[in-house]
């Protein structure tokens, strides 16, 4: 039996949020990236906010000119982030919500609210060869609004079960929520990706799940990096995925 493969993106975002912090040129960006790239992650997942708190356009350009794995850019889905998208052609995209005063991002973006605007943005790509997908809540209905949009991929937003982990309630819950939702996916025939508060300790009933083909993690990963090294943070979150797929 072929053993099922899950993509693995890491997010590098807060390699630039250590380098802002003190207005530095180090730790370097594009340093991380290529060591994304030899750890064997199969892309490179960079949130450019509105207020460019970590990553920023230059960031961006370098690591599409440095690495020969794909970048996955996440962006808010309005007309100036789409130009970013649109002059720097990443493989993928993947839309999600954005407030200013949030720490991170708090939930899926609301496809429902953001029907038109989003039909609207989508036509604008549709001549392109960038791959979209949108960050969503484990929510039956925005799967649904998804699929009417004609969006092919989705990316469950993982941070409320994340959360339940840590304070060891409703955990099964939102598991189930997120369990249910790719079933769901996989009947309206949209792929499923997740993400967002996954550390070792909590990945491997995500990635358990089998309609999930990718994960995309970054914090946990550059914070354990302090410890253990970015390669080996890498090497070891991917050795606990392997170990849950079946
Ligand atoms: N996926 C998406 C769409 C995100 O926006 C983020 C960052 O919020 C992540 C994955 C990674 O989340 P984390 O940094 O918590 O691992």
Not at 17 to 42: F, H, S, W
Not at 163 to 184: D, G, P, R, Y
Request: aromatic fraction near 6%; proline fraction near 3%; glycine fraction near 6%.
């Amino acid at each position: 039996m072929i053993k099922r493969h899950i993509r693995l993106g890491i997010n590098i975002d807060h390699v630039a949020t250590l380098r802002n912090a003190r207005g530095e040129n180090y730790p370097e960006v594009v340093q991380a990236a290529k060591i994304v790239e030899k750890a064997g992650a199969d892309l490179i997942t960079v949130h450019v906010r509105e207020d460019r708190r970590h990553i920023n356009e230059r960031d961006l350009g370098d690591i599409l000119d440095i690495v020969n794995i794909p970048v996955n850019l996440e962006i808010a889905a309005n007309p100036q982030m789409l130009d970013i998208a649109i002059k720097f052609k990443p493989k993928y995209i993947c839309f999600v919500p954005e407030k200013r005063q949030e720490v991170t991002t708090e939930g899926g973006l609301d496809v429902i609210k953001n029907f038109v605007k989003l039909q609207k943005i989508l036509k604008k790509l549709s001549n392109t060869d960038i791959n979209t997908s949108i960050f969503i809540d484990p929510d039956k209905d925005q799967l649904i609004a998804t699929h009417k949009l004609g969006v092919k991929t989705i990316e469950f937003h993982t941070g409320s079960y994340a959360n339940a982990f840590i304070q060891k309630t409703n955990v099964q819950e939102e598991l189930n929520k997120i369990i249910e939702s790719a079933s769901f996916a996989k009947e309206l025939g949209l792929n499923c990706h997740a993400g967002h508060g996954l550390t070792f300790e909590n990945v491997t009933p995500i990635a358990s799940i089998k309609n999930i083909e990718e994960l995309n993690i970054g914090h946990f990963i550059i914070a354990n990096s302090i410890f253990e090294g970015l390669e080996n943070s890498i090497l070891k979150m991917r050795e606990i995925i392997s170990k849950a797929l079946i």
